[in-house]
């Protein structure tokens, strides 16, 4: 393991290669293993390879490999602490530390990958707390790859038909949430911006959504975007939702990514009595999913030749995949790093700023999260 200072605005966070910037100081026990510690010369603090490690902070040793095969496979949260033996707090715990190392690595691939191909956006609609308070997690997709190159939140009032029992409830209980927070066209224009993160791409750039009205205010209302349209540099095509879902769907990306996280995780099923009762916790689940997605399991299944992730037919290597996925399970990221761009989805999930509806109290932001 690489060692660092873990002060991030220290000379020796990014250390040159080969100096000898640090001393031995001493070792301690912990979990049974006799662990070395270190000082750094210039800032003075002290650090072990399990500061740095994915596990700070932690006593129970954890297989994420198993953790996150288990979870993509269609285990609950519940299931998974009985599996393993402790308790759903631990387990979500450690979720957190995974979404934690997957938000730098999404937004790492946001800054370098060379976009080649065209987009799809689009909304997967469920709930956390209750159906009184369903959402859209909005998706961003290569069209050809399928790899999710972004994704953000939003809250939503319940709709359909409702009686009249219902409707009182709602707006008993609505008028203790803010819904101007996550609006479904603030988290488009959310998604614009990590798709401006993405540059310049394939001319012209081609996002592929359904007709949702707000998608198109989001666009109209970003000045960057709409001179883009008018040189021709990107273009935004609108397919009806009540097209047939068929591999030549435009938006078969979407629409399959869709069923697979309906048909994985218990927490989107239909009717599901497993839905998530916290915001975050669930945005955090649903990133391992997509790291899942994106890194890990192959871009096809039936074909015997095919063994790229759908994180190379994006365009990465081999390698870089290889390397992120170590990243991902072994280290520990500092967000202090400006590894996610200040005030953007990432960010926030990370920081656990996004409300969950009824909650009052902010969320609790775990030791391993902070320096
Ligand atoms: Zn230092």
Same mark, same amino acid.
């Given at each position: 393991m690489r060692l660092f200072? +873990?002060? *991030? =605005?220290? +000379?020796? =966070? #990014? +250390?040159?290669?080969? *100096?000898?910037w640090y001393d031995a100081h001493g070792s301690y026990l912990s979990c049974g293993e006799i662990v070395q510690r270190y000082r750094c010369r210039r800032c003075g603090r002290t650090f072990s390879k399990r500061t740095l490690s994915?596990? /700070?902070? *932690? =006593?129970r040793p954890f297989d994420y490999h198993q953790l996150i095969t288990l979870f993509v496979s269609g285990f609950s949260l519940r299931g998974l602490s009985r599996y393993f033996s402790t308790t759903v707090k631990t387990v979500q715990n450690r979720f957190g530390r995974l979404a934690r190392a997957i938000l730098p690595a999404l937004s790492e691939v946001q800054r370098r990958v060379e976009l080649s191909e065209s987009l799809v956006a689009d909304g997967l609609e469920n709930f956390f707390v209750s159906q009184d308070f369903p959402n859209n997690i909005h998706l961003l997709l290569g069209?050809? *790859?399928? /790899? $999710?190159y972004g994704l953000n939140y939003a809250l939503m009032r319940r709709k359909g038909r409702k009686t009249e029992k219902q409707k009182r409830r709602c707006e008993r209980l609505y008028? @203790? $949430? !803010?819904?101007?927070? =996550?609006?479904i066209t603030g988290g488009f224009t959310e998604l614009i911006e990590q798709i401006k993160r993405? %540059?310049? %791409? &394939?001319?012209?750039l081609r996002l592929y959504t359904d007709e949702k009205q707000e998608y198109l205010r989001a666009i109209e209302k970003d000045g960057e975007m709409r001179e883009r349209m008018k040189e021709g540099s990107f273009a935004h095509v609108r397919i009806s939702? #009540? &097209? +047939?879902?068929?591999?030549?769907? !435009?938006?078969f990306s979407a629409n399959y990514l869709d069923r697979e996280i309906r048909k994985d995780l218990p927490e989107y099923h @239909?009717?599901? $009595?497993?839905?998530?009762?916290?915001v975050g916790n669930g945005l955090e689940r649903l990133c391992v999913y997509v790291y899942h997605h994106n890194?890990?399991? @192959? /871009? @096809?299944?039936?074909? &015997?030749a095919e063994r790229r992730t759908h994180a190379e037919v994006a365009g990465l290597s081999k390698a870089e995949v290889r390397r992120i996925r170590q990243k991902i399970t072994e280290e520990r990221q500092f967000i202090e790093d400006g590894q996610v761009v200040a005030g953007s989805f990432f960010d926030q999930l990370w920081r656990r700023t996004i409300p969950t509806p009824l909650k009052e109290a902010p969320d609790y932001l775990p030791r391993f999260a902070v320096v």
């Open positions: 200072c +873990p002060v *991030s =605005h220290c +000379p020796n =966070h #990014r +250390p040159e290669e080969g *100096s000898r994915i596990d /700070y902070w *932690s =006593h069209k050809q *790859s399928q /790899y $999710v008028r @203790r $949430v !803010d819904f101007t927070r =996550h609006t993405l %540059g310049p %791409g &394939a001319e012209p939702s #009540r &097209a +047939p879902r068929t591999r030549s769907n !435009d938006l @239909r009717e599901t $009595v497993c839905f998530g009762r916290n890194f890990v399991k @192959r /871009y @096809r299944i039936g074909v &015997a």
